[in-house]
């Protein structure tokens, strides 16, 4: 375990460090969009008028909702998803270590498991730590946010994460090709970015999962929507299953 966690550590920290500069960057910039927020409108293609305009609608809150987790966790942190479950199993295999981690005096369950959490762990906390950080960083403009919403949005951020990593790491249990599985991933995000901003078959859309209309209910409500919630945790539950089914199965 103390191995697998080493192996997280570093590109989570780099990962925490990049989502909070941009964290901070976004609220640095925040007084200019709300002055100019037209004339951005009026400058963008007609697919992102409409993100402008919830950017803008909703004060600060929407501002940062989508700058935060909408443009910066879905953006980079889905990225992360993918590092961190790529190489579970198929970066051993494509190494030719496979067969010497699966020869370590531990079930395969475990082995598994242990490697899951950890890079759970490494792509959900920095999502909460930089959430954390919010409503001091808003302070420099007089704003505020509630500590306890802003959790519960980091929760629904972090099942979105989940369902990638899970894909990608379910992927990994059956490959011995991690960058071929990283291209391929990262183009199937890129589309599902792309239809969430195409009007008719937005719905289609993973990222419909955590758009500013799923944040927005989130603050009004101070709670999480569980007609959303159950289904993302029952998803990722599955595909570790197949993934714990798969690994039991797989061969060096």
């Keep these: 375990m103390e191995r697998t966690v080493r192996s997280y550590l570093l590109p989570a920290l780099g990962y925490l460090v990049v989502l909070e500069l941009m964290l901070f960057a976004a609220i640095w910039y925040w007084p200019d969009f709300r002055e100019n927020v037209g004339t951005f409108r009026n400058m963008a293609p007609a697919a992102l008028k409409g993100l402008i305009d919830a ?24 990225a992360a998803a993918v590092l961190f479950s790529m190489g579970a ?48 960083l ?49 183009f199937m995000s890129t589309l599902q970015f792309a239809l969430y901003l195409v009007k008719g078959i937005t719905h289609f859309s993973l990222y419909r999962l955590s758009d500013l209309n799923v944040y927005a209910k989130i603050l009004l409500r101070s709670e999480l929507d569980l007609r959303l919630v159950l289904p993302m945790v029952g998803v990722i539950a599955v595909l570790l299953a197949f993934s714990l089914h798969g690994f039991e199965r797989r061969t060096p």
Excluded at 89 to 106: D, K, N, Q, Y
Excluded at 146 to 174: A, E, K, N, R
């Design 55 to 78: 950017f803008g609608s909703g004060g600060v809150s929407s501002y940062v909702n989508g700058q935060h987790f909408f443009k910066g966790c879905n953006t980079l942190g889905t």
């Design 89 to 136: 199993v198929a970066g051993e295999a494509h190494r030719g270590t496979l067969e010497i981690w699966l020869a370590r005096p531990f079930t395969r369950r475990r082995l598994l498991l242990e490697r899951w959490i950890a890079g759970a762990v490494a792509l959900c906390v920095p999502v909460f730590l930089t959430s954390a950080t919010i409503p001091e």
């Design 138 to 186: 808003l302070k420099m403009h007089g704003e505020s946010m509630d500590y306890g919403d802003l959790m519960l949005c980091s929760v629904q951020q972090s099942l979105l994460l989940l369902i990638v990593y899970s894909i990608t790491f379910l992927w990994s249990v059956h490959s011995s090709r991690p960058a071929r599985l990283a291209l391929v991933m990262l």
